[in-house]
């Protein structure tokens, strides 16, 4: 891989390797890691946890584009990507927050605005607790792999992400017009 100046890029992943398919998100955070090591990828910032905190917005790097990778029991299948606006959901607790409650802390916190955020939700069909990864989990993460690879190897992640988000949204609108 050739190395040139790239946009920086802050990766969240979390999720419960106990809880069948919500593994996904571990799962992925191994196969960055590895990635990031092997072709030395010096922009890219990986978080893992079992939970989005509000401390995870010290872990926001200013002028970065944030991703957060997570399994998802809705959605489309192998995986969606979604724009992130920051979105106050604060409640009683604040024992695990949405990646949008995130970035509204992140705004509160750090009076400016939020960098460009999107979730990654790969899809998942079994959460109990002590379930293997289901197959077609296992399918979903082989062709998010694929994404990731082309994501984390790209000059503009930013802008693929973009471009991502308006074919979904023009295919969406295929789909009612059909």
């Given at each position: 891989m050739e190395k040139t100046a790239q946009q920086a890029l802050n990766l969240f992943t979390w999720g419960n390797p106990s809880r069948g398919d919500d593994a996904i998100g571990p799962v992925l955070h191994e196969f960055i890691k590895q990635f990031i090591c092997r072709f030395d990828l010096g922009h890219i910032q990986l978080v893992e946890d079992f939970?989005?905190?509000p401390e995870h917005v010290c872990d926001i790097t200013d002028n970065a584009c944030v991703v957060f990778i997570d399994a998802s029991y809705q959605g489309e299948s192998p995986f969606q990507i979604q724009p992130v606006s920051a979105k106050n959901e604060l409640g009683y607790t604040t024992h695990a927050l949405s990646p949008a409650a995130l970035m509204a802390i992140y705004a509160q916190t750090q009076?400016?605005?939020c960098p460009p955020a999107f979730l990654f939700s790969v899809r998942g069909y079994s959460f109990e607790l002590g379930a293997p990864l289901?197959?077609?989990a296992q399918e979903n993460i082989t062709l998010a792999t694929q994404f990731l690879k082309k994501l984390l190897s790209c000059q503009n992640p930013q802008l693929l992400l973009q471009q991502?988000?308006?074919q979904?949204?023009?295919n969406l609108k295929d789909k009612e017009n059909a």
């Open positions: 939970q989005l905190q009076n400016k605005p289901s197959k077609q991502l988000v308006q979904t949204v023009h």
